[in-house]
Every structure is written in structure tokens, then in C-alpha cells.
């Protein structure tokens, strides 16, 4: 005897999409996705992170130092990461060692010196992302694309703390905030903002999107109007915490990472030496101190002399040449009885890929004679940061 069973056929993916319970970290998510792109921006798949030194490892200014953070003295604790302290306060700022499970640095700030924000002061730090590096996100077009920022946070002073995200302008931002639970303890932070479908936002090698963790700012930059885009030359939230208020108070972060989608994933770490190479688009530390090379060099007349640094990398825009200025700080050899030592390298000409430098005007050198110019005591850095 033969038994025929017959079943209607029926759409497995369809079946999956109406599980209620889930199954799986992304299962649920994953199930009801219809195209390889759905799935893709569900696990975050490939290169994801838009954040340039989250994890906190390059710190080319400070290295294992500090500096004190003023209104007068912008800085930054680590690579990326530029700083402010506007209105009277002010902190000390550093890589720190002291991170969570899976990490090796966060930054730092300390109050060093507290203060009560009057309505137009700002304790700030920014992270800033090129606009190549968001054009996919398609914002200010009906197709904007939501994003989640993700990050690990410790600091002594608990409460509500603002952070915002706008565009270069600073005139369409979106104001929000996260809470700090537990002092001195890490927690972990996730936040889902909208794709902005208005606004203007640069695609190309200005500031594409800007990030503003915020740690004690006047009225004139707070607003009640939050979760939603459209505020202009506002940041943070009425009545967040003001941390700047509390002498000694500590804040630190790391694991810094936006990326495509309403999901927050692991944290994406990079090779060292690729990540450094990410931040000296914006900023290379050429030379430090203590008998460096910089380049070969010629004598141009008999007092001064010429060289051209090729850039490890391609820079965001023309830089700037930071050089120390002082007795002896630089040095150029050229023979015998040629060179010497001088104060400083000023700019002559520059690109994206290599500068020219010229040394301080007070060689004792033959011209036309070629050399090489070194630190002594002085340090050489190329700046072109957003």
C-alpha cells in the first residue's frame, strides 16, 4: 500500500519573519532581510567604523604626557579627538591606560580647574569625520541612512550627559544624551539617530559630520529641544550634567564607533600602523626631539638653505608646518666649514604629499652646497586637521 502525504508549498523566509521570540544575536534581524546589501548592513559586515582612533591608541601630540586644556591652548588628549575649554575652567587631558576588557588606552580629561559655565562657555570634546567618509550615508536626501555611535565611558560625576552631531555649518544638529549610571565604573553606550534627510552636508574633504561629547556648556548652546534634527548652533540638552564643576572629577572613553544602521556592533580594531596612518592625514609629529632627520637640504645664498619633506601619507589638505622656535633647535650640515645651528623651518611651498621648508635666515654656507637638516632640541609636525 502506497501513502501519499501532500503539503501546501509555503515561503521559508516569510515563515522565519514571523517568529516573535528571537534566535540568535541578529537572527531575527537577519531572517527578514531581503537583499545580500539588507543583510550586510544588519551584521555590519567588512569595514565599518567611521571613527578615526576610537579604540585611542595614536596619540602623536601627547604620547604618554599631558597637557593643560585652556581656552587660550586647544588640544587633543588623542589623535582625532580636539578639545576645548572655554570659560574659565580648565582640565588636564592625556592618554590614559586605564580602558576596558578588549582595550589598551581611552582618553582622559581631569578637572584641574573648576568652574560654574556661565551662558558662553563650553567644555567640549569633537570628533570630526571628512565628508568622503559619509557621503554614503546620503544625508540632506530623502535616502539618509540612520547610524548608531557606540562607546565606552567612566567618570566620577553620574548624570545626564549631552552629546550632539551636526555638520559644518553647526546649523542643523541633532541634540541628545546619554547617562553616565555609576561613578568611576565602565559602562557601555549606544545611540541611534535618524538619517538627516535637510540640511547641507559636505561629501567631500571638509567636515562631513561632527560629534560633540559635551562635559559642562552655557545656556547659550543648551536648547530643550531634543531627539530630532533641524537645531542651529545648539549641543546640548537643558540641565546635563556639568562635570567641569567638580575639581579632580575624571571622564574617560574608548571604543569609539559609528557606523551604518540601527545595530551596534564589535568594535572594529585596526592594525596600528594602519590606524596611525589614518590620523596623519590630519596631522603627522615629523620630528621630535633630539637629533632627528628631517631631509637633505641646499644652500640658496650663503645664509640659508632649502628642503623638501616627503609626507608619509597624502594629507587631507596643504598643512601648515608646527615647528618649535628657539637657540639651536634645528641644525643643517652641509661640509666642514658650512651649516650650523638655527631657531626654526618655515613654510616655503606645499601639497598634500610633500613640503618644502626653509631654514631660519642666519647660515654661515656656500651656495649651492647640499646638506641635511636635523632636529637638535626641536620638533618638526605637519598640520591639516578639519
Not at 33 to 38: A, C, F, K, N, S
Not at 91 to 102: H, L, N, V
Not at 129 to 137: C, N, Q, S, T
Not at 180 to 195: A, F, V
Amino acid at each position: 500500500m502506497t501513502v501519499r502525504v501532500n503539503k501546501p508549498s509555503f515561503n521559508l523566509r516569510e515563515k522565519l519573519s514571523e517568529l516573535t521570540s528571537n534566535f540568535g544575536l541578529k537572527g531575527t534581524e537577519l531572517a527578514r532581510t531581503e537583499t545580500v546589501q539588507d543583510a550586510r548592513d544588519v551584521i555590519s559586515a567588512g569595514r565599518k567604523n567611521l571613527v578615526i582612533n576610537g579604540a585611542c591608541t595614536i596619540s602623536q601630540r601627547l604620547e604618554s604626557g599631558s597637557a593643560t586644556l585652556t581656552a587660550s591652548a586647544i588640544n587633543y588628549p588623542v589623535d582625532r579627538f580636539k578639545s576645548y575649554a572655554v570659560g574659565g575652567g580648565e582640565f588636564t587631558i592625556q592618554r590614559s591606560d586605564d580602558a576596558p576588557t578588549g582595550f589598551k588606552n581611552s582618553l582622559m580629561f581631569t578637572v584641574s580647574t573648576a568652574a560654574t559655565p556661565l551662558a558662553g562657555a563650553y567644555y567640549v570634546t569633537q570628533n570630526k569625520i571628512e565628508g568622503y567618509d559619509v557621503a554614503h550615508l546620503g544625508w540632506g536626501t530623502a535616502n539618509a541612512k540612520p547610524v548608531t555611535l557606540s562607546f565606552w565611558v567612566k567618570a566620577d560625576v553620574t548624570g545626564k550627559y549631552g552629546i550632539s552631531f551636526w555638520n559644518q555649518a553647526q546649523n542643523y544638529n541633532y541634540v541628545t544624551s546619554y547617562t553616565i549610571n555609576t561613578t568611576d565604573t565602565w559602562e557601555y553606550k549606544t545611540i541611534t539617530i535618524p538619517g538627516a534627510t535637510a540640511g547641507t552636508w559636505i561629501t567631500d574633504t571638509g567636515t562631513g559630520l561632527g560629534i560633540w561629547w559635551d562635559f559642562g556648556t552655557g545656556t547659550t548652546y543648551q536648547t530643550s529641544t531634543t531627539e530630532t534634527w533641524g537645531q542651529s548652533g545648539r549641543f546640548t540638552p537643558s540641565n546635563s550634567a556639568q562635570m567641569i564643576a567638580t575639581s579632580g572629577a575624571k571622564f574617560r572613553m574608548t571604543g569609539v564607533q559609528l557606523e551604518t544602521g540601527t545595530n551596534a556592533t564589535e568594535f572594529e580594531h585596526r592594525h596600528y600602523g594602519e590606524e596611525l596612518a589614518l590620523c596623519q592625514r590630519y596631522y603627522i609629529k615629523y620630528a621630535p626631539v633630539t637629533s632627528k632627520p628631517i631631509c637633505t637640504a641646499a644652500a640658496y645664498g650663503t645664509s640659508r638653505a632649502f628642503g623638501v619633506v616627503h609626507l608619509p601619507v597624502s594629507m587631507r589638505d596643504n598643512p601648515t608646518v608646527i615647528a618649535s622656535s628657539g637657540t639651536n633647535n634645528f641644525y643643517f650640515f652641509a661640509n666642514s666649514n658650512g651649516g650650523g645651528g638655527f631657531s626654526t623651518l618655515t613654510l616655503q611651498e606645499t601639497n598634500t604629499n610633500s613640503v618644502t621648508v626653509e631654514t631660519s635666515n642666519t647660515l654661515s654656507v656656500t651656495s649651492g652646497h647640499a646638506g641635511w637638516i636635523r632636529t637638535n632640541v626641536g620638533t618638526l609636525a605637519f598640520n591639516a586637521e578639519l
